[in-house]
C-alpha cells in the first residue's frame, strides 16, 4: 500500500513540478493493459464459466447494496450542505465514475452539480486507493463496495492486491452492472 500511494504522490509531485507531455491515448493503452492482465488472471482459474455462474448471485447483490448504500449516504449529505436531496442524490449516483456523472450532471442539470459529482466521484476514487487494502482486512465485499464503478478498471489493481483470488470476479462484475446503470440512474434522478 505504500507504494501505491508514493506511486501516486510522485506522480502529482511530477505533473505539478515538471512538464512530461503524456500522449493522449496512453493512460487508456496502460488501463486496458492493466484491465487485460487481470482477465488473463481470472481466465486462468480452473473452471472460470462455472465461478461466474456460480457468482452471479453475489455480483448483484453486492452490487445492489452498493447502489443503495451510496444513494442512502448521498441523499443524507443534503442535511448538512447546501445541496438539496435530488442534488445529493445526483451527485452520489455516479458511484466513482467521475468523468461520466461530472459531464452528464453538467449537461443535465448544472455546471456547479457537475463540478461537485466530478470531485466527490474523484474522492470516492482516491479513498478507495486508501481505504480498500485496510478494509479488506475486515470485509473482502465491503472493500469492493467502496471502489463502486471503477471497480472494474482504475481499482481493479487495488481490489485484486487486496482481496482473494475468487473475490476479483465479483468486483468486476459488480464494476460492469454499475457502469450499465450509472447513465440510466442519473438520467432518472434529473
Not at 19 to 46: A, C, H, K, R
Not at 131 to 160: C, H, N, R
Not at 171 to 181: E, H, P, R
Amino acid at each position: 500500500m505504500i507504494l501505491l500511494i508514493s506511486s501516486v504522490a510522485l506522480g502529482i509531485l511530477l505533473g505539478y513540478f515538471v512538464n512530461i507531455p503524456i500522449p493522449e491515448n496512453l493512460i487508456t493503452i496502460l488501463l486496458m493493459v492493466l484491465v487485460f492482465s487481470v482477465g488473463i488472471d481470472i481466465g486462468s482459474e480452473e473452471k472460470i464459466l462455472l465461478k461466474i455462474k456460480s457468482s452471479l448471485k453475489v455480483i448483484f447483490v453486492q452490487t445492489f447494496l452498493v447502489i443503495i448504500g451510496s444513494l442512502v449516504f448521498g441523499g443524507f449529505v443534503s442535511f448538512f450542505t447546501e445541496l438539496n436531496f435530488k442534488e445529493a442524490l445526483g451527485a452520489a449516483a455516479g458511484m466513482g465514475w467521475y468523468s461520466l456523472s461530472g459531464v452528464m450532471i453538467s449537461s443535465m442539470y448544472s455546471p456547479f452539480l457537475g463540478a461537485v459529482a466530478f470531485l466527490s466521484n474523484v474522492f470516492r476514487e482516491i479513498m478507495g486507493i486508501l481505504l480498500i487494502p485496510l478494509y479488506a482486512k475486515f470485509s473482502e465485499y465491503g472493500a469492493i463496495g467502496i471502489a463502486g464503478a471503477p471497480a472494474m478498471d482504475t481499482l481493479l489493481g487495488v481490489v485484486s492486491k487486496s482481496v482473494k483470488k475468487e473475490k476479483i470476479l465479483i468486483s468486476f462484475g459488480q464494476g460492469v452492472i454499475l457502469s450499465i446503470l450509472i447513465p440510466v440512474l442519473i438520467t432518472l434522478i434529473f
